[in-house]
């Protein structure tokens, strides 16, 4: 369950993947401290470049975009109401630099295998902070799929939860019934489910790092590891 990828997503080399990494955050820290005039434009053209390089048009983006879109809807709405009509272009600026920090960590979890993250941190990292960092990486991409099928679900029983209808705060008290709570309940199963299949495998048993299946020369009875 806890893949992180989908079947659209290719295996790739370490070092492809290193430089993916850096790519990402590079881009995400420049759009967090540059604020030059062409720094919009800059960075836009290399989240494009990143997302051809690591070939996202092979993935389904419907729904981030809609939650993008969303995004800058929720930042345009409170700068009008907050500042007026004439602040609605510093709050466009302000969501479009909102979009280019998030966008290219989601960029690169879309199209990363849990796999190639995983062997990648364990390389660079002690095993057990390689384990819980790559797991806390794909656990919200993760829970983001469960709960975008409770909330198909939830639209199929009639809930009015669509965009046009939290457009009307009335409904704003569903959305927290129907998806936030069993979002909350959902995150909490899903780190009981990764908690117990680590400790299926046996894992934390030894020091070093393990492997499953595989020769334990400290077991002599030949039970696999993990």
Known sequence: MLSGASRHTSRVSQTHLLARISAAF????????????????????GTA????????????????????IWQVA?????????????????????????VLLVLPGVLLMRTTHHGDMARLLVRVLPARMGF????????????????????????LRGARILPRELLNPVNWATLVRVICL????????????????AHCRWYGLHPERTVWPGHNPKNTTGEPRA
């Open 132 to 155: 819980v960092l790559s797991t806390c990486v794909f656990f919200f991409p993760t829970l983001w799929g469960v709960t975008v099928q409770t909330y198909e679900s939830q639209v």
């Open 74 to 98: 929720l930042v345009l709405a409170l700068y009008l109401l907050r500042y007026g009509p004439q602040s609605l272009p510093e709050g466009l600026r302000v969501a479009s630099r909102l």
């Open 49 to 68: 470049v990143l997302a051809t390089a690591v070939g996202a048009h092979r993935h389904p983006w419907k729904r981030f975009v809609l939650v993008f």
């Open 26 to 45: 590079g881009l995400s820290l420049a759009a967090m401290l540059w604020h030059g005039p062409w720094s919009l434009t800059a960075l836009t053209l």
């Open 182 to 197: 069993p979002a909350i309940a959902s995150s909490l199963a899903l780190a009981r489910d990764i908690a117990l299949a």
